[in-house]
């Protein structure tokens, strides 16, 4: 019996895992390269239901649950990549990520160079992260520095539907490794309407989401979501205009945006779920600081999380940077 899935994002606006599971469906039907690999991915749809459906329209073959073995399964998808595959890695949660750092640090981000061009590794890995939905520990940090750190490897992070399937799109299609973070708490806390053909976002891409000349606001991931209400708030309490920008891919980073926006404002807030020691926020600073710190009218402000383990869920939202923390952030900046 065909079990195609209907092409829900013809339908109207749909949350964050129904524009990652319509991507996945459409371009596993468009190009029979890409695969799916993870705990849990294939009978129950994953975790997250991300991949629900997949394994009973595309088959065993193209969707495989595996054990439980993070090394093994990145090593066993490098492989694959390097013969011409496109692998899409599902790391349950990004807490259990680490345990393939050999080999994303030793073999996936170094296949390029090791080789000299002959080989490319163009794999995704996905991966749930980050606090707001009352999970342990290990399933709630952000760690994104991690892997940004790593060369060799692109870092992407979606902050809404409209984007997500999109920028998943792109990193599929990428010739070299992604890692691809999903935000928990963006999953399903609202809907949007997504390009049905999937465009318009590019990997390395900043987007500028509203124009201003009074501050320049920068976030990514789940904090995009809270940055853009607590501007709300201030807007209507307030006459300002603030640039806004969600960054997408932490690395590599759009800097020219970054410094663009910084030179025509002069004042900037960062806001993210990190915490604070060197953090994503933190490489901002240095690039603001390289390139456009005589624009500059006031100290950069960061918004981020402390730097202590993140405490379980009772005290979850203390620990998260919040609206309010956001909107004060950005009025010291302006009022420096």
Same mark, same amino acid.
């Given at each position: 019996?065909?079990?195609?899935?209907?092409?829900?994002?013809?339908?109207?606006?749909?949350?964050?895992?129904?524009?990652?599971?319509?991507?996945?469906?459409?371009?596993?039907?468009?190009?029979?390269?890409?695969?799916?690999?993870?705990?849990?991915?294939?009978?129950?749809?994953?975790?997250?239901?991300?991949?629900?459906?997949?394994?009973?329209?595309?088959?065993?073959?193209?969707?495989?649950?595996?054990?439980?073995?993070?090394?093994?399964?990145?090593?066993?998808?490098?492989?694959?990549?390097?013969?011409?595959?496109?692998? +899409? *890695?599902? #790391?349950?949660?990004? @807490?259990?990520?680490?345990?393939?750092? /050999?080999?994303? $640090?030793?073999?996936?981000?170094?296949?390029?160079?090791?080789?000299?061009?002959?080989?490319?590794?163009?794999? +995704? *890995?996905? #991966?749930?992260?980050? @606090?707001?939905?009352?999970?342990?520990? /290990?399933?709630? $940090?952000?760690?994104?520095?991690?892997?940004?750190?790593?060369?060799?490897?692109?870092?992407?992070?979606?902050?809404?539907?409209?984007?997500?399937?999109?920028?998943?799109?792109?990193?599929?299609?990428?010739?070299?490794?992604?890692?691809?973070?999903?935000?928990?708490?963006?999953?399903?806390?609202?809907?949007?309407?997504?390009?049905?053909?999937?465009?318009?976002?590019?990997?390395?891409?900043?987007?500028?989401?509203?124009?201003?000349?009074?501050?320049?606001?920068?976030?990514?991931?789940?904090?995009?979501?809270?940055?853009?209400?607590?501007?709300?708030?201030?807007?209507?309490?307030?006459?300002?205009?603030?640039?806004?920008?969600?960054?997408?891919?932490?690395?590599?980073?759009?800097?020219?945006?970054?410094?663009?926006?910084?030179?025509?404002?002069?004042?900037?807030?960062?806001?993210?779920?990190?915490?604070?020691?060197?953090?994503?926020?933190?490489?901002?600073?240095?690039?603001?600081?390289?390139?456009?710190?005589?624009?500059?009218?006031?100290?950069?402000?960061?918004?981020?999380?402390?730097?202590?383990?993140?405490?379980?869920?009772?005290?979850?939202?203390?620990?998260?940077?919040?609206?309010?923390?956001?909107?004060?952030?950005?009025?010291?900046?302006?009022?420096?």
């Amino acid at each position: 019996m065909d079990k195609k899935k209907p092409d829900i994002i013809k339908t109207g606006k749909i949350n964050m895992v129904q524009s990652l599971n319509t991507t996945l469906h459409k371009v596993m039907d468009e190009d029979d390269r890409v695969l799916i690999m993870g705990e849990d991915v294939g009978v129950n749809g994953g975790v997250f239901r991300v991949t629900d459906g997949l394994y009973e329209k595309f088959g065993r073959k193209r969707v495989m649950d595996t054990p439980i073995a993070e090394s093994a399964i990145l090593g066993t998808a490098i492989g694959m990549a390097v013969a011409g595959l496109r692998p +899409v *890695v599902e #790391m349950q949660f990004s @807490g259990f990520s680490y345990l393939m750092m /050999h080999q994303l $640090e030793g073999n996936a981000g170094r296949m390029r160079t090791r080789s000299r061009g002959q080989f490319s590794v163009p794999l +995704v *890995v996905r #991966m749930p992260y980050g @606090g707001g939905v009352r999970a342990l520990e /290990h399933h709630s $940090e952000s760690k994104e520095v991690y892997f940004a750190h790593t060369a060799g490897i692109k870092v992407v992070i979606p902050s809404c539907p409209s984007n997500a399937g999109p920028l998943l799109k792109a990193a599929i299609e990428d010739p070299d490794p992604v890692v691809f973070m999903e935000p928990k708490r963006s999953y399903r806390s609202f809907k949007e309407t997504v390009d049905p053909d999937l465009q318009g976002v590019a990997i390395g891409k900043a987007r500028v989401l509203e124009e201003g000349e009074d501050i320049t606001v920068i976030s990514w991931g789940a904090m995009m979501y809270d940055t853009l209400r607590a501007i709300s708030d201030l807007k209507i309490k307030t006459k300002f205009h603030p640039e806004v920008i969600d960054l997408l891919t932490i690395s590599p980073m759009d800097v020219h945006t970054i410094i663009t926006s910084i030179k025509k404002t002069g004042r900037c807030v960062i806001i993210q779920e990190a915490q604070r020691s060197f953090g994503p926020a933190s490489e901002i600073i240095a690039q603001i600081n390289d390139k456009a710190l005589m624009f500059l009218e006031a100290p950069v402000g960061r918004v981020t999380m402390y730097d202590v383990i993140m405490p379980l869920f009772a005290r979850e939202q203390l620990y998260l940077p919040s609206q309010s923390k956001i909107c004060r952030a950005i009025l010291e900046t302006l009022m420096f």
